[in-house]
């Protein structure tokens, strides 16, 4: 499996302009998540979905954040109208569904995010 | 609420030494801890999980203890190479949800060859 697949790797935008990140799961998990990376807070959880249906966007800052999962094979997370505090690392990760309460996570490369 | 707090500053070691990082977590008791290993330009990549009943793990050059009384895991890279630089998160379940992770800001580690 070719892990987790983030598009774009970059990508640079001026506000107010909407920005759709995508990511491809590793085939199989159930679970898939989206954070967002910056130096001052760390990995922050945004939303994440179980077998395709939203299950909890707590951390989706504000509703200019919205992300979906039309299947099991794909998501996307948009922001629209974009701001210059957007900018940041959003990686996607995915999860299988185990036995038990462990749950190791496999990211993908990220998308670095930067708002004019 | 739930804090996990990493070295801030950098670790800067020689080849050969051993590495230890801390993570310390406060105002709650984990069923298990995770540690991850990002390199610049990369996603975490998942290295070793303990569980609350296990005081150590071992994987390879990897050591890892859980000490629920102290509420600390203390992560040690044996015979330290080069290759092993990069940032060393750990990461801990959501009390309320166990499949929320919370994180760490990490912790950076150099080794000087």
């Known amino acids: 499996d070719a892990g987790v697949i983030q598009s774009p790797r970059h990508e640079v935008t001026e506000m107010g302009q909407e920005v759709t990140l995508r990511c491809k799961p590793i085939?199989?998990?159930?679970?898939l998540f989206w954070y967002r990376q910056t130096m001052m807070r760390g990995l922050e959880l945004l939303i994440y979905f179980n077998n395709n249906v939203p299950i909890d966007d707590s951390g989706m800052p504000e509703d200019r954040f919205s992300a979906k999962m039309p299947n099991a094979s794909f998501s996307t997370l948009k922001i629209q109208p974009s701001e210059p505090r957007d900018s940041a690392v959003y990686f996607c990760a995915s999860s299988p569904q185990l036995a038990g309460y462990t749950d190791t996570q496999y990211f993908g490369p990220g998308t670095r995010l930067t708002v004019l | 609420s739930q804090k996990i707090e990493q070295n801030s500053e950098a670790l800067n070691i020689q080849e050969g030494k051993t590495a230890t990082l801390t993570c310390n977590y406060t105002?709650?008791?984990?069923?298990?801890l995770q540690w991850y290993r990002q390199d610049p330009g990369r996603g975490p990549v998942f290295l070793l999980l303990i569980r609350e009943n296990e005081k150590e793990k071992r994987k390879e050059r990897l050591k890892v203890t859980f000490d629920t009384t102290l509420k600390q895991s203390l992560f040690h890279i044996t015979a330290s190479q080069p290759a092993d630089s990069a940032t060393y998160l750990c990461a801990v379940p959501n009390a309320g949800n166990n499949r929320k992770l919370i994180w760490g800001l990490g912790t950076s580690l150099a080794v000087n060859p």
């Open positions: 085939s199989g998990h159930d679970y």
């Open positions: 105002n709650y008791s984990p069923a298990y």
